[in-house]
């Protein structure tokens, strides 16, 4: 009997005895076991393309080699795992690549703070410093925004459900309306302005806005860099505090390291996270203008701030851009899936699809309710993993490993046509 439910149910453990809380899970419902670069396998043997890349944290794809390698011989010479921020070589090692490799190339002078080891974290510090910088308490944000899960940036966030779960009044904030909310033609940044000149609007002077530059969970919207560099001269005309989130976008998710390097604008502060650990090993970066570096000691901490393995592979991840090679691979195999999606919007018009995105984060919205989670599913069935993205899950979102070869993405993208053909029946 025993062996019958679990031929039946291959996740009865995880049902039985993890929490509801759980969610990927139920879209792939298998159990994984092995994974390399761009591929994974479960334990049954079957394989499967990855075009989710742990939500954006495996840029340089699953147990990538040169990662691997580092961490294996820092562990065997009984590196040091654990330290606040204590200093340790690890951690001088990664500042020093990271100025000399990212920053100092790039004419950017920042300050480096690693607050607790994820996303949310480096948003929460975000928050935090710039309402002591300005002594101002209200953050602004924008329609569909996705900025993480604590309270502080579930209430900058968009979703209603996530923000529902809160299970309090979210405070302190206030949403405005994002690139083309209102269609192509309408300027949401004066309409922003108005409401900052009118002393009856009712909206008092923000500390910060805080923005994505492509909203990846939000559903691939993508914020053009003229409307960027009018977001930028808007802080400073009203000494407001620039804060991109770069957690999903950043580290070549668009083709450039920080995805906002093409609108040439200068962020006060910048929450990296996800891909910044290298290897999909937790850790997070808030990157400061040394002006506003005003944190007493120990005002923001964290215990897993010192994540010395995490030092280790983000410092060998770095040598990917020692040059702009990795970056212009990262724009031509975009290049290529925005071909392809806008092939499959052409040749499935009953889909009424819309291609959206930047580099190797894009998206095509399905215009048939719940057909773009159907999509998804059938291609899990075929095997290859994505998941949907927007506030209808209306998006079918595609993030691949940035180092994933022509053959996996090609493997995958015939895949996603062969899911389409499969769902067109249903409409």
Same mark, same amino acid.
């Given at each position: ?7 039946? +149910? ?6 039985? &005895? ?6 990927? /899970? ?35 794809? !699953? ?18 795992? !654990? ?18 490799? =990212? ?5 950017? !002078?920042?300050?480096?703070?690693? @607050?607790?080891?994820?996303? $949310? ?19 602004? +944000?924008?329609?569909?925004?996705? !900025?993480?899960? $604590? =309270? %502080?940036?579930?209430?900058? $966030? ?14 302190? +904030? =206030?949403?405005? @309306? #994002?690139?083309?909310? #209102? ?21 008092? &002077? ?6 994505? $530059? ?36 950043? /580290?070549?998710?668009?083709? @450039?390291?920080?995805?906002?390097? @093409? ?35 120990? *005002? ?69 309710? %719940? ?9 899990? *069935? ?7 993205? %927007? ?18 993405? *090609? ?7 062969? +899911? ?6 249903? =409409?």
């Amino acid at each position: 009997m025993k062996v019958v439910e679990e031929l039946r +149910s291959p996740l009865k453990v995880f049902e039985t &005895l993890e929490s509801e809380v759980r969610s990927y /899970c139920r879209s792939f419902p298998t159990v994984f076991a092995k994974a390399s670069d761009y591929q994974l396998w479960d334990r049954d043997g079957r394989e499967y393309v990855d075009f989710f890349a742990g939500a954006g944290a495996l840029n340089y794809g !699953h147990n990538n080699q040169r990662i691997k390698a580092k961490l294996i011989d820092y562990l065997m010479d009984d590196g040091i795992t !654990h330290s606040l921020d204590m200093a340790t070589e690890a951690k001088e090692k990664l500042l020093e690549r990271f100025h000399d490799v =990212i920053l100092k190339p790039r004419k950017l !002078h920042y300050k480096v703070m690693f @607050p607790g080891p994820t996303g $949310t974290n480096s948003v929460e510090s975000a928050l935090k410093l710039a309402r002591k910088v300005t002594g101002r308490d209200l953050i602004m +944000s924008f329609t569909n925004a996705f !900025h993480g899960m $604590t =309270i %502080g940036s579930l209430s900058i $966030t968009g979703n209603e459900s996530k923000r529902k779960g809160a299970g309090i009044p979210l405070t302190n +904030s =206030i949403s405005m @309306p #994002f690139d083309s909310y #209102f269609g192509s033609e309408a300027d949401t940044v004066s309409y922003i302005e108005r409401f900052l000149e009118d002393n009856g609007s009712g909206i008092s &002077l923000p500390a910060a806005i805080i923005l994505e $530059t492509v909203q990846g969970e939000g559903g691939i919207n993508v914020a053009s860099f003229e409307w960027l560099r009018k977001i930028e001269e808007l802080c400073r005309r009203w000494n407001i505090l620039l804060i991109v989130d770069d957690v999903q976008v950043g /580290c070549g998710r668009t083709g @450039p390291f920080f995805s906002f390097e @093409p609108a040439g604008i200068y962020p006060d502060i910048v929450c990296l996270s996800k891909s910044i650990g290298g290897y999909g090993i937790p850790l997070a970066m808030t990157l400061i203008k040394p002006e506003y570096d005003l944190w007493e000691p120990g *005002e923001h901490n964290g215990t897993f701030r010192g994540h010395n393995l995490a030092f280790v592979a983000a410092t060998e991840a770095l040598s990917y851009w020692e040059d702009d090679q990795f970056s212009r691979e990262i724009l031509e195999k975009g290049e290529k899936v925005r071909l392809f999606l806008e092939m499959l919007a052409q040749n499935y018009p009953e889909m009424e699809a819309e291609v959206r995105g930047r580099g190797l984060l894009q998206g095509i919205k399905i215009g048939v309710d %719940g057909l773009a989670e159907k999509i998804c599913a059938a291609a899990f *069935e075929r095997g290859l993993i994505m998941e949907t993205s %927007g506030p209808n899950s209306e998006v079918v979102k595609i993030m691949p490993p940035l180092t994933i070869d022509e053959k996996g993405l *090609e493997k995958g993208l015939t895949i996603l046509e062969e +899911s389409f053909q499969w769902c067109k029946q249903m =409409i």
